[in-house]
């Protein structure tokens, strides 16, 4: 083991996310602490965060500041829609094994542009007008069909969609990820789903994977 593995078990990184959360929603950030210049340095050595996070590219929804993070602390990455692919997985999957990362989560979130845009297409398929655009289109639609049931007219339609997404999301790394499906089996990772809204600033778990409970 050439890293220094996360002291923390899944569960203790779990709650230690949700308490972060709670400092972030009730104005209480704590991390300007552990962003220094005392930090910095003593992050040359390497990192251990303590959960690496799938979140949107969306400017509103900064992993390190909704679980008032500091440097070092939260392994993440984004794309809009926080869609799984094979760049997203071998991230998540470097995190777990290269930074001995005790938890990942999928956070999606309310209001999301690429899942509005996503139902957009649902409704009137027609091509975005950029092929880079539609391959994030293709990716979300499998959430947004899942997710139409009776809602087709419905508004929230894009929001049970972003539910949809993270759930689906979580299945379909612990599908392609031997890394990472291994990792929860033995119990040395959590994987958790989480929704986060916008306004309130708040999270809902939409799924627990491993020993996280
Ligand atoms: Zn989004």
Redesign the pocket.
Known sequence: MTYKKNPLSPKQAFDALMEGNRRFYSDSLTHTWRVNTERRENLLAGQSPFAAVLG???SR?PPEHIFDAGLGEVFVVRN???LVDPISVGSLEYAVEHTGCPLVCVM??RH????NATVAAARTPVSSGSPHVDVIIERAMPAVIAARQDRADNPEWADAA?LMNVALGCREILRISGIIAKAVGSGSVGLAGLLYDVGTGRLEVIGRYGDIL
């Open positions: 949107c590219a969306d929804t809009a829609g926080n999606g979130h999301c542009g690429a899942m972003s």
